[in-house]
């Protein structure tokens, strides 16, 4: 009986595993025009789709081998050999791509990133060797050392992928003045949850390997929850589209080439916190690093450098300490005139919880503390 129930339980994973590598590869795209005379550009699959489609499908192919493996003896010929020691090689390569793709600039699989892959000779070498190396290595030993080195990548490949993502909020930030509804904090979730997954499967295995057991229970329930992750992914994906990372201006740290003559740069910087002070430009809640660059006329490189150089910030910092200093002026001389949500509206937030994130990042405090902290100062007077 209780069988019975798992293969249902495969059969429905599998399915809506397999739905969503479909929805993701045969979903469509517009693409840029390729000519002049293309007036209405050709859908195209995405690139992070198209990787994310290979993901699930390499995450999925243990559903199958563990339908496989209770299905009637009939059926045992459908199984993969030695599929669960060339699968797990792929995740992390496949999941940095993913997350590249989603926050580079101009990303497009090249030649280059076949290197990503080389890591699956050493399986396929240790497989096509496996009876010469039983003659002095016990298998269980290859099976240890195999999944250690397996842990490590996947964890080292985890590592790019939260640097990828630093980097693209990094990005941003220097770009825009609003990043509630740009953010990808979500895929930071979903790789923890990747991490909190093989941490316990990496935990579970070494402790089976050592107490000698035999767990069939552990194999399936690693396989059906992560197959609930994967379709979890591809749900987040569809949800939360990130920014066309095309439209955001990279900045350089150190603007070695930059045309830019530090006494015009010394002068922007001064035209754009007097404009900033006296026209109030900030109030605009969706205002971009573009924007502004169109306003002052300059190029959005240039506004860029001036900001982080000159003035030791991004553009969101920019922008919104400029707003939060109209908040608290707002909040002290009228304690009790307007709500929060008014005020924030007022100097240019979106909604409640985007200013109360910013007013607690330049403050330290929300807004409606520092409200009741200026009526305590107003009524000692």
């Known amino acids: 009986m209780f069988e019975e129930i798992l293969k249902i339980i495969y059969l429905l994973a599998l399915g809506q595993g397999v739905l969503v590598a479909m929805v993701l590869m045969f979903s469509r795209a517009p693409s840029a025009a390729n000519t002049p005379e293309q007036t209405a550009p050709k859908p195209v699959t ?9 993901y699930i499908l390499a995450m999925m192919l243990p559903l199958w081998e563990g339908y496989i493996s209770l299905a009637p003896d009939a059926l045992k010929p459908l199984s993969i050999p030695y599929l669960f020691w060339l699968l797990p090689w792929l995740y992390g390569p496949l999941l940095y791509l993913y997350v590249k793709a989603k926050c580079r600039k101009d990303f497009k699989l090249t030649k280059s990133d076949g290197k990503h892959f080389t890591i699956l000779l050493f399986p396929i070498l240790v497989l096509s060797t496996l009876d010469s190396l039983q003659q002095s290595i016990p298998l269980l030993v290859i099976q240890r050392l195999s999944w250690a080195l397996v842990f490590s990548q996947m964890f080292t490949y985890i590592g790019f992928c939260f640097s990828e993502i630093n980097r693209y909020q990094k990005l941003l930030a220097n770009n825009y003045s609003y990043l509630e509804q740009r953010n990808i904090s979500w895929l930071k979730k979903l790789l923890v949850g990747f991490v909190l997954i ?5 935990g579970v295995y070494y402790l089976k390997a050592f107490l000698e057991l035999r767990a069939q229970w552990y194999f399936h329930t690693f396989v059906i929850v992560e197959s609930l992750y994967v379709v979890l992914i591809g749900f987040f994906s ?8 095309n439209s955001l201006v990279e900045p350089n740290p150190k603007y070695e080439k930059s045309s830019l003559d530090p006494h015009v740069a010394k002068r922007l910087a001064q035209r754009i916190v007097e404009l900033m002070e006296h026209e109030a430009w900030y109030l605009q809640n969706d205002l971009t690093l573009q924007n502004l660059a169109e306003r002052l006329n300059v190029s959005s490189h240039h506004l860029s450098q001036v900001i982080n150089d000159q003035l030791n910030m991004t553009f969101y910092e920019l922008v919104n300490e400029k707003r939060i200093s109209a908040a608290k002026a707002l909040l002290a001389e009228e304690p009790q005139a307007r709500t ?15 200013f109360n994130n910013a007013f607690k990042k330049f403050t330290g405090m929300t807004p409606s503390e520092y409200r009741r902290q200026s009526s305590q100062i107003a009524n000692l007077r």
């Open 340 to 354: 929060i949500l008014d005020i924030g509206y007022e100097v240019g937030f979106n909604n409640k919880t985007s």
């Open 46 to 54: 995405s690139v992070e789709h198209k990787i994310l489609f290979f």
């Open 238 to 245: 569809f949800r939360h589209p990130s920014v066309d990372p």
């Open 198 to 202: 093989f941490l316990l499967d990496m």
